[in-house]
Structure formats: structure tokens, C-alpha cells
């Protein structure tokens, strides 16, 4: 099994409580490329991670302690450093992780006779924050309109959203679309989907209106380009006529919430976590079906899932899925 090679700063001398926390830290590392951890064999991937937090922690120290050594770390330091941490904008759940490395640090200090008490053990991590609140179809109204209504990017920004939230779209079901699984006429998408037993997904008007002002934009965005350097089939395309990847699309629909949330108090001052990427936008279709009184059975169908429940009469043909559609969906 490959393991991780200690620092190269690694201790010559007997450790002691004088010792730099930097030598502490290098001679912990190579107990743990040993496999002789309190806790026992350590994946080598979480021997990088402890290794990569703990030098984190011994630079901090430098700015809160003049000579910081292995013996002369309190729990008050600890404490700082999580609180460095959380205004840094670090997750609680990244928090914790750097804590158990440093009780495991600590750990070893105490069994190597170095320190007779761990001062991360009594440490707890900042609670994790609250989840959201769901997006309200107000509030979905206004992330719509925060794209720019003169530029290709902006364009094509509004005609991803409103697809991601008019279609209930997967991240990967949205970028996977091409030029040839559009019905505007009908208003819906012909997605490719592993598992849905719907292959057509409705889209709604204001999502049809989007679709076709990006089509004109994208036609003359491409026009000049060389067709061989572009992704001819795709619909959401990049300026330069590439395939949009998923990195970039979770930008563009994290920036938004962003600015909305910003706009309207924030998640700051909540304490809340923020809202993440495409799915806030599929989460936000289904919830506001089901409250407008479509089926949860059908509302799963049109988003592609294997629903446990049956719809209560489920539909014979793409207009009356089409119909139902419009007489739920905000965006219809």
C-alpha cells in the first residue's frame, strides 16, 4: 500500500516539549506513514489531509504565539484557529475534520509522554448551520431576472435557468441537451435520462420565449467561428462555441443565488448555509407543484424519477402531461 513520505524537516533529535510545532507535526506524520496511529492504519488520503492541517495549524500559531512548541499550545489557541477557520468562510464539516486531526495530533503527543493532556479533546466544532429555506416562486421570479438582457452570457444564463427550474432539469440533463431535442412548437425537451420513465419534459412559455432569444444569440455569437473549433450540436455553449462544463454552469446558477440572497437580507445574517448550484432550482420545481396540487406522482414522473407511487391517473398522451403541466407550474 502506498503511503505518504514524512516532511522532509523530519526530526533528528529526541522530541521534546520544546520542540517546534513544526517537528511535532513531522514526527507525527511519520508515525502515521508507519501505520502507527492511536486509532490505527490511516488511509493514505486522510494521512495527506491530517498532515496538510496540521502544518496549516502550526503556521496560524506563528501569528498568535511567539515560539510556538508542542508543549505550550492551549485549548484557547485551538479554539482560535476554529474560529480563524469559520471566518475564513470554512464549513463546520471542514472545521471538524481539521479538529480530529489535531486531537489525533495531540494524541500521539501524550502517548509519546511529550504532554500530559490534549488540549483539542475538549474543542467542539461550530454547529453546522440551518438549512435554507426553499425558494418561494417570488423569489424564483426575481433569480430569473438578475441575467443580463444584452449579452450573449446573459442571454444564455436566463435560458439555462429558466430550463433548470421551468423543466426541473439535472445539471447533467441540461449541459447533455442538444440543438436536436428541442420542441419549441410544444413547448418541451426531449432529455436523455438513465432512468426516468419521461423522456419529454414541458418547459413552460417564458421558457420557450428564453430558448429562442438565446437561439438568435447563439447563431450570431458562432457565426464567424470556425465550425470545426465548435460544438455544433450542443445548445448551451460556451462564446467561443463549446460545450458548457458543469463547473461552469454551478458558477453562473451559485452566482445568482448569491445576489439574491444578498438582495433580500442574506443567509449571512440567518446563519444559514447557502444555496448551492442547479439543484436549489430542481428542488424549487418540484416543491411548488406539489403546493399548486399536482400529483407527487406525476410531479416525479416529469422529473424523471422512479416514483414509489403511481400517479392517480396517470396520463395518456403528451398534451394532457402538457396540460397538467400548465395548470401547476408556476412558469407556465
Not at 438549512?131 to 421570479?141: E, G, I, T
Not at 420513465?197 to 438565446?214: C, D, S
Request: proline fraction near 7%; aromatic fraction near 4%; include cysteine.
Amino acid at each position: 500500500m502506498r503511503t505518504n513520505q514524512p516532511p522532509s524537516d523530519a526530526p533528528t533529535r529526541p522530541l521534546n516539549s520544546r520542540s517546534a510545532t513544526e517537528v511535532g507535526v513531522a514526527a507525527y506524520a511519520t508515525e502515521l506513514a508507519a501505520g502507527i496511529d492511536l486509532a490505527g492504519q490511516v488511509l493514505p488520503r486522510t494521512q495527506q489531509a491530517y498532515v496538510t492541517d496540521l502544518s496549516q495549524f502550526a503556521k496560524y500559531l506563528h501569528t498568535r504565539i511567539a515560539g510556538p512548541t508542542v508543549g505550550n499550545v492551549t485549548a484557547d489557541d485551538v479554539i482560535a484557529f476554529c474560529e480563524h477557520l469559520l471566518v475564513q468562510g470554512r464549513q463546520p464539516r471542514t472545521i471538524a475534520r481539521k479538529l480530529a486531526a489535531l486531537r489525533a495530533f495531540f494524541g500521539f503527543l501524550q502517548k509519546s509522554g511529550i504532554r500530559s493532556d490534549n488540549p483539542a479533546k475538549s474543542v467542539r466544532p461550530p454547529e453546522p448551520a440551518a438549512d435554507p429555506p426553499p425558494l418561494s416562486a417570488q423569489q424564483v421570479r426575481a433569480l430569473l431576472h438578475l441575467p443580463e438582457a444584452d449579452s450573449f452570457t446573459g442571454i444564455r444564463n436566463r435560458a439555462m435557468l429558466e430550463l433548470l427550474y421551468g423543466a426541473g432539469l439535472r445539471l447533467d440533463e441540461l449541459l447533455a441537451l442538444n440543438l436536436s431535442h428541442l420542441d419549441l412548437d410544444g413547448e418541451g425537451l426531449r432529455v436523455q435520462r438513465a432512468n426516468g420513465p419521461l423522456p419529454f419534459a414541458p418547459i413552460g412559455e417564458p421558457g420557450t420565449v428564453a430558448l429562442r432569444r438565446y437561439l438568435l444569440q447563439r447563431a450570431e455569437a458562432l457565426v464567424d467561428r470556425e465550425m470545426s473549433e465548435v460544438d455544433v450540436g450542443a445548445l448551451f455553449v460556451s462564446a467561443r462555441g463549446r460545450r458548457l462544463r458543469p463547473r461552469t454552469l454551478q458558477r453562473v446558477v451559485e452566482r445568482y443565488l448569491r445576489i439574491l440572497d444578498r438582495a433580500q437580507g442574506g443567509w449571512e445574517r440567518e446563519r444559514t448555509r447557502r444555496r448551492h448550484g442547479a439543484g436549489t432550482l430542481r428542488s424549487a420545481c418540484e416543491r411548488h407543484l406539489v403546493e399548486a396540487g399536482a400529483d407527487p406522482g406525476l410531479v416525479a414522473m416529469l422529473l424523471g424519477r422512479r416514483s414509489v407511487r403511481v400517479p392517480e391517473q396517470a396520463p395518456s398522451s403528451t398534451a394532457e402531461l402538457l396540460a397538467r403541466y400548465q395548470s401547476a407550474h408556476p412558469r407556465a
